[in-house]
Nanobody, 128 residues
Framework: QAQLVESGGGLVQPGGSLTLSCAAS????????VAWFRQAPGKEREGVSC?????????YNVDSVKGRFTISRDNAKNTVYLQMHSLKPEDTAVYYC????????????????????WGQGTQVTVSS
């Protein structure tokens, strides 16, 4: 059974760092784009970062996290990571990783409708 499992969330003080992991099971992740999304209470789910398939040569971060978040992939471990630095209270949300239905070509997106398989999410809380 194909599954995505996020981990690494937690409580961190403003200015701190966390690294989230998105581990795939039941399928090989390297042929798929992967994106991270987040959803804060009372808000819509929004795209944060994405990475292209295979060598992960193409990445994209939304403006609110540029310079602070880095997405990467380790195909040998069937895992995608989101390193988060200089965290702010407004980064507080449940973070989800997602893949499309089919193996991907060039480029990636953070458009929610481009993604079909989702993990269960991991909570990130930034608070003093």
């Amino acid at each position: 059974q194909a599954q995505l499992v996020e981990s690494g969330g937690g409580l961190v003080q403003p200015g701190g760092s966390l690294t989230l992991s998105c581990a795939a099971s039941g399928f090989t992740l390297d042929g798929y784009n992967v994106a991270w999304f987040r959803q804060a209470p009372g808000k819509e789910r929004e795209g944060v970062s994405c990475i292209s398939s295979r060598d992960g040569r193409i990445t994209y971060n939304v403006d609110s996290v540029k310079g602070r978040f880095t997405i990467s992939r380790d195909n040998a471990k069937n895992t995608v990571y989101l390193q988060m630095h200089s965290l702010k209270p407004e980064d507080t949300a449940v973070y989800y990783c997602a893949t499309p239905l089919y193996e991907s070509g060039a480029g990636c997106s953070v458009t929610i409708y481009d993604y079909d398989y989702w993990g269960q999410g991991t909570q990130v809380t930034v608070s003093s």
